[in-house]
C-alpha cells in the first residue's frame, strides 16, 4: 500500500482539493454529515466554500470539539465557525452540532470527517495519551496546548484550560478522513503518526487502521 501522505506544492490547492471533496460530497448527497475541525489549517477550505454557491440546507455538521469556560466570545469554536463558513452557507441552524451540545451518539457515522493535527501528535482535543476507544468527553488541555493557544488570547491566563472533544473512537466511526497539516512544523509529527508505529501517545496514528484516510500536506 502506498502512503496515505499526499504532498502538494502550495496550500492553496490542497485547500482547493479538499474543498472540491466537500463539493462532490454535498452534490451526490445532499443530506451529508460532516466533522469539521478548527484551528488554522482549515482556515483556506472555508475560504474556498463560501465562494462557491454550494447547497448546505439538507447538511448536518459536528464540530469536533469546544471550550469549556472560554471567558472570551470571540475566541469560542461557535464563533469561529460562525465568522468563517456558518454565516456565509445556507445551513441550517438546528443542522449545526458541537459536542458542548451533550448530544448521546454525537457525531457517529459521518460521510466525510476533516482533520487537523497538533504539533504533538493530538486529533480534536484527544492529547497524548488518549485512548483508542476514547468516547467524547470533557479533557483537561496539556501545557504544550494551553502554550500553542496563547497567540489567541490577551494573557496565557485567560486560555481555557478545559474542553469537550469528540472522542478517538466516534472519529473512526467515519466513512472517510482527511488529515490536513500545513507547514515544516508538522512534517514530523504527520510521518511518525501515519507511518510510524501505533501509540496512544501519539494520538493521530489511531488513523492508520482507518480503511478510507488519507493525509494533505504542504511544506
Ligand atoms: P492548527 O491546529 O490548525 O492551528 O495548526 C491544529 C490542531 O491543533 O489540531
Not at 466537500?22 to 469539521?36: A, D, G, H, W
Not at 472555508?46 to 465562494?51: F, H, V
Not at 486529533?123 to 488518549?130: K, L, Q, R, T
Request: proline share 5%; hydrophobic share 35%.
Amino acid at each position: 500500500m502506498g502512503s496515505p501522505i499526499n504532498l502538494y506544492g502550495t496550500w492553496v490547492n490542497a485547500c482547493k482539493y479538499v474543498a472540491n471533496e466537500i463539493e462532490k460530497q454535498l452534490k451526490e448527497k445532499p443530506e451529508s454529515r460532516f466533522i469539521l475541525p478548527t484551528g488554522s489549517t482549515p482556515i483556506g477550505v472555508y475560504n474556498e466554500l463560501t465562494k462557491r454557491n454550494l447547497d448546505w440546507s439538507k447538511a448536518t455538521t459536528y464540530n469536533l470539539d469546544e471550550y469549556l469556560d472560554c471567558s472570551i466570545e470571540e475566541q469560542t469554536y461557535r464563533y469561529f465557525m460562525d465568522d468563517m463558513l456558518f454565516n456565509h452557507i445556507n445551513i441550517k441552524r438546528e443542522n449545526i452540532n458541537f459536542p458542548t451540545d451533550g448530544d448521546k451518539g454525537y457525531g457517529l457515522d459521518v460521510d466525510l470527517c476533516l482533520l487537523g493535527i497538533g504539533t504533538n501528535g493530538h486529533i480534536a482535543f484527544n492529547e497524548p495519551g488518549s485512548d483508542f476507544n476514547s468516547e467524547t468527553r470533557v479533557v483537561d488541555l496539556t501545557e504544550s496546548t494551553i502554550q500553542d493557544n496563547s497567540r489567541f488570547f490577551p494573557t496565557i491566563n485567560d486560555v481555557p484550560t478545559q474542553a469537550v472533544t469528540m472522542g478517538l473512537k466516534p472519529i473512526m466511526t467515519s466513512k472517510r478522513i482527511i488529515l490536513m497539516a500545513n507547514g515544516y512544523n508538522k512534517h514530523d509529527v504527520l510521518n511518525k503518526a501515519l507511518l510510524g508505529r501505533l501509540s496512544e501517545e501519539r494520538p493521530a496514528s489511531v488513523l492508520q487502521l482507518h480503511k478510507n484516510m488519507e493525509a494533505v500536506y504542504c511544506d
